[in-house]
């Protein structure tokens, strides 16, 4: 087949134009640092990479729901250890007070105690994180604990979202601290059931210096002690496993982030190395056609 200059011309224009594009796209990857900036640069490839970040955007949420009840749960915490300690001490007054080397006068005096920390005790029963009451199950807008020693919310566990599959609890409801409110039969109150009651009687029976009571309503203190301990070691559970889920989901998220960054992300030193053989082929190849044109100029001339 006879090649004529018109073809040379257009095989060298067709090369030019292709190198022109190598050189551009080598550009912009080095410039944008991504390999695929728009999809029909890698249809396959862009495709993954959008499943890529629909899995890291749910991840990011899952993260935060787990982060929101872990600060819930730590404010719950805090909030056992203050129960604790006020029913230790609540201990150690009642059995100070239960020996036969108490007075009525020291027993009187305590009285006054007891019902500061029966306030005390109320208040941390009405921790809220926010606007929102701890201990109320979904009633978190309404003040679980009253002055009439109810529990007047509800034991609906809080859940959250930490995978597709997945619904944990994080919220611990009041109600063994005191018999939930009915308004049509409305529970009896005993210091048994009921921590406010008993800090009631107690304080009673100090004033009334019963020593007798005293040292039954004590055994009623080392119970409630025993059930808010282990309310407070049902709540460490449940944060270790939301804990070991937000750990997996770190490991997941640094999964897929790498495979993201495989799938768009630029090989800078590959790219400019490409950018360099395009520029120096583009440069030999504009050398080599001005010297065709050139021979092709002086046979004419001649």
Known sequence: MRVTQNMIYRRFLTNLERLNDNIARSFEEISSGKKINRPSDDPFGAAKALGYYSEL??????NRNINQAIAWMNITETAFKQMEDVVIKTQEIALSQASDTATAETR?????????????FLQI?????????IFAGFKTNEEPFQS??????????IKVNISPYMHLGFNITGEFLAPQYDPTSPPTLTPENNIFQLYDELADALENNNSNKIRKLLSYINEFYGKINKKHAELGNIMERFE????????MQGDISKLLSDTEDADIAKTTSNLAMCQTMYQSTLAAMAKVIQNNLLNYLT
């Open 57 to 62: 955007h749910d991840i990011d949420q899952y």
């Open 108 to 120: 009187k005096a305590m009285a006054g105690q007891i019902r500061q920390l029966k306030g005390h």
């Open 125 to 133: 029963a009405n921790t809220k994180l926010g606007d929102r009451y």
């Open 148 to 157: 009439d020693n109810y529990y007047h919310g509800d034991t609906n566990k």
């Open 244 to 251: 070991k889920v937000q750990l997996e989901l770190s490991n």
